[in-house]
Nanobody, 118 residues
Framework: VQLVESGGGLVQAGGSLRLSCAASGFTFSSYTMSWYRQAPGKERELVARIRSSGGSTNYADSVKGRFTISRDNAKNTVYLQMNSLKPEDTAVYYC????????????WGQGTQVTVSS
């Protein structure tokens, strides 16, 4: 199983980035995919989630209206479009895949750094 994030980097406040997470080694279309982030000294938090069908999404209040999660099941890839970035969005962003009634299958990527300068 592999989850490989890309697209992170340094951007000025108000700018945009698009994160990608390429998945392999499992049945991607069956999994709920999420993006989490962890800032220095803080706990990891859920940013956005998309169900297997792609028809249901959830967002943290802090990113609603600015971030959009999407998935392409044909490409085994999940995306996070981040607009109007703020310095407080600075964190390591992680891709996550979950499946099962008790999230029996739970996989993580290695993370990608997003830094927003003021």
């Amino acid at each position: 199983v592999q989850l490989v994030e890309s697209g992170g980097g340094l951007v000025q406040a108000g700018g945009s980035l698009r994160l990608s997470c390429a998945a392999s080694g499992f049945t991607f279309s069956s999994y709920t995919m999420s993006w989490y982030r962890q800032a220095p000294g803080k706990e990891r938090e859920l940013v956005a989630r998309i169900r297997s069908s792609g028809g249901s999404t959830n967002y943290a209040d802090s990113v609603k209206g600015r971030f959009t999660i999407s998935r392409d099941n044909a490409k085994n890839t999940v995306y996070l479009q981040m607009n109007s970035l703020k310095p407080e969005d600075t964190a390591v962003y992680y891709c996550n895949a979950k499946y099962g009634p008790m999230n029996d299958y739970d996989y993580w990527g290695q993370g990608t750094q997003v830094t927003v300068s003021s």
